[in-house]
């Protein structure tokens, strides 16, 4: 009889993330809160700022935030497993320059986009090498390989700029999907994004992301491939960075050594906005895309304003640090109510 | 065992010191930095020994040395700063701004004052630190962007000439004593008294056991919180007396001072062998390894090397180093082990 009701006992218990209804789970969800922002942004702007509310706006808005949508994807999985890739806005440059100085020797761009793809992958494998199979921390080499790769591009172009691209391909990458405002860059985008979310969510792979951003250690335990799922990941980071900076020298027709420099700033300011946290082990793909999403609108309503971009800045940085001592904040005010004799009864309990 | 008990008897505390001094981490940077001064003086002999070369090769990477050394401490806690760059410029530009508003004023209070300010800086880092529990690298990403933007909101495209500086200023960035400039005795005094504190003093040594555990740490009665804001607020004051120096060795100030000094440091401190995840390295060794980078970054152009590559030249030494210093790790790890063994 004791037995029967201790094994009823389990079933009862109430999980609480599950406690309550799918509603309100969603709605009180960190990307909730990042998409509600960006359309009370996009609201207020459209109806305070002159000129926002024209398809133009959203256009340009796309074709700027392109990059940082599309390194966005990969960043997220990686800071997921508590790893950090600050290497990945060099590796756009060191891909621009590729795809630029092999179409500048006679290759057709088609084949040097494969080249400047491949040299983004190397340069992810590398990250990879030194952080799994070294075991060097993932901050320091990739700031080590931050400034290597950018040096690459740098030194392999100097402060020349190969502009002569052909018209087919540059005006791809700035054509709007049929008589819409929508950029034809976002269908790429979209299919990224929808792989890398069945990836993160829907595959064993993905669960695995988590758990070693849980525990590392606890994941290694349970039979998952901890230093092979990193890999997989920096040479995903490295090859779509790569496919970001064929992009951005198309879009702007010019590549040089210094494209992009900074985008790395963003792109993790973006990851973190979304609620994905830097400790690791709690995120999805959906909340980074908003908060990239966010940055931009914010960034296009100021300009259109006539606020100086460097008011973006200060923006950018002041919404990052809100939104992580945000978090720190909310779970210290939910301790707090969960147990507020606590501090009173340690307390005491120093005293006796 | 009989190597233990011997070894004590026979080693004189000269031999000791100098066995130490061989084995120090620091000891392959600095044959380092030797290496590259000789093969540039071979090369051209000016970059050694004429007047000029050897004041440059004195003073080039004093500005940065002092930004280098706030920031290992700062890492020796297991914490980052990214935002040393942008407090450099901003108290870099206050300097100038303080020569242009306040007609005659003493150039010790502008010292004063731009350390205070970028301590000030460093205070608003540390305090989201410790009180967020935030890591560093975010907290300090944000307000690279936003000192940054601060910086350039308040300069826009306005500049501070030599010309708005007194000239017994000025004359701190070039300046020489005993053929030693100025700059680089600061930098030298603040080396050493950082040095000091950090391997004599008990808020030096307790800076090393919250870096290597923070939790065994607080656990220990540690005072964290205190002590990381201490870390925070030296590395902002150094780069607040960076920037000062900034504005007097160069004389022009924009809004873009400073930019990318961040990662100079912190390529600086790693080098040098302070290891990124807290808990050892030393001062000297960032100081080193900053010599190091600006020495090497000036000596290519003169080995043939275009002036281009210096950046790929960096990454390659930063991830040399981390290597190194990952292999000499396992080596002592495996020592251990084997130390372990022989006692049972």
């Known amino acids: ?352 | 065992m009989t190597a233990l008990s011997t070894a004590p008897a026979l080693g004189s505390r000269v031999v000791h010191g100098l066995g130490a001094f061989v084995k120090a981490r620091e000891t392959g940077i600095l044959l380092a930095l030797v290496l590259v001064i000789v093969a540039a003086t071979v090369k051209n002999p000016n970059f050694l020994f004429s007047s000029d070369g050897f004041r440059d090769l004195l003073l080039t990477p004093s500005i940065l040395l002092l930004v280098a050394v706030g920031q290992a401490i700062v890492i020796i806690t297991r914490n980052v700063d990214l935002s040393v760059g942008s407090v450099l410029g901003l108290t870099a530009y206050l300097t100038g701004r303080l020569f242009i508003d306040v007609p005659g004023i003493p150039i010790v209070a502008v010292f004063a004052i731009g350390i205070l300010a970028g301590g000030f800086l460093g205070l608003i880092n540390g305090a989201l630190v410790a009180f967020a529990k935030v890591p560093a690298l975010v907290i300090t990403l944000g307000t690279l962007y936003a000192y940054r933007g601060i910086n350039v909101l308040w300069t826009g495209s306005d500049r501070i000439n030599s010309s708005d500086m007194p000239a017994a200023f000025l004359a701190l960035g070039t300046q020489s004593i005993l053929f030693i400039p100025v700059l680089t005795i600061i930098a030298l005094v603040v080396l050493i008294a950082a040095a000091w504190y950090l391997r004599n003093q008990r808020g030096g040594r307790e800076l090393y056991a919250i870096g290597s555990d923070p939790v065994a740490a607080n656990l220990y009665g540690l005072k964290v919180t205190q002590r990381l804001l201490a870390a925070f607020i030296l590395c902002g004051a150094l780069a607040g007396l960076a920037g000062v120096l900034y504005a007097a060795r160069y004389g022009t100030v924009n809004s873009q001072a400073g930019a990318g000094y961040e990662l100079n440091a912190v390529g600086a401190a790693v080098i040098g062998g302070v290891a990124i995840f807290g808990g050892s390295g030393s001062v000297w060794g960032a100081a080193i390894g900053a010599y190091l980078l600006l020495t090497i970054n000036r000596a290519l152009p003169i080995l043939g090397v275009q002036d281009f590559w210096q950046r790929a030249v960096v990454g390659a030494l930063i991830i040399g180093a981390i290597v190194l210093d990952r292999v000499l790790a396992l080596r002592q790890a495996r020592r251990l082990v084997e130390a372990r063994g022989d006692l049972q």
């Open chain 1, 1 to 352: 009889m004791t037995n029967f009701t201790q094994a009823l006992a389990p079933a009862t218990r109430t999980y609480r993330d599950h406690s309550q209804p799918l509603w309100r789970r969603i709605l009180l969800s960190r990307e909730a809160a990042v998409i509600g922002a960006t359309l009370l942004v996009i609201i207020v702007a459209s109806v305070s700022v002159k000129a926002f509310a024209k398809p133009i706006t959203a256009t340009y808005l796309l074709l700027d935030i392109a990059p940082i949508l599309l390194i966005a994807l990969p960043m997220t999985l990686i800071i997921i497993t508590g790893e950090i890739d600050l290497s990945v806005a060099s590796i756009v440059g060191l891909s621009s320059v590729t795809l630029g100085v092999l179409h500048s020797n006679g290759m057709p761009i088609e084949a040097a986009g494969l080249v400047a793809l491949i040299v983004g992958a190397a340069a992810g494998a590398l990250n990879g090498f030194l952080i799994t199979v070294v075991g060097l921390p993932s901050l320091a080499v990739t700031i080590g390989t931050l400034a290597l790769y950018r040096g690459l591009a740098v030194g392999l172009l100097g402060t020349k700029a190969v502009t002569d691209f052909t018209e087919f391909w540059t005006d791809l990458a700035k054509s709007k999907i049929g008589a819409t405002a929508i950029p034809s860059v976002v269908i790429p985008i979209v299919i990224l994004a929808v792989i890398f979310g069945v990836l993160l969510h829907l595959t064993p792979f993905g669960r695995g992301i988590y758990a070693i951003g849980l525990s590392a250690e606890a994941a290694r335990f349970s039979g998952i491939h901890v230093e092979r799922t990193k890999f997989i990941l920096f040479v995903l980071s490295g090859l779509i960075s790569a496919l970001a900076g064929i992009y951005y020298t198309l879009r702007f027709s010019s590549a040089r050594g210094d494209n992009a420099t900074g985008l790395e700033l963003s792109v993790i300011a973006a990851v973190l906005l979304g609620g994905v946290s830097i400790f690791g082990g709690r995120g999805s793909t959906v909340g980074p895309l908003a908060g990239a999403v966010l940055i931009g609108v914010l960034a296009s309503a100021l300009r259109l304003a006539n606020v100086t971009s460097d008011v973006i800045n200060i923006i950018t940085g002041t919404l990052l640090v809100a939104s992580v001592v945000a978090t720190s904040f909310l779970a210290w005010l939910r301790t707090k109510r969960a147990r507020p004799g606590k501090k009173t009864e340690t307390l005491v309990a120093a005293k006796g």
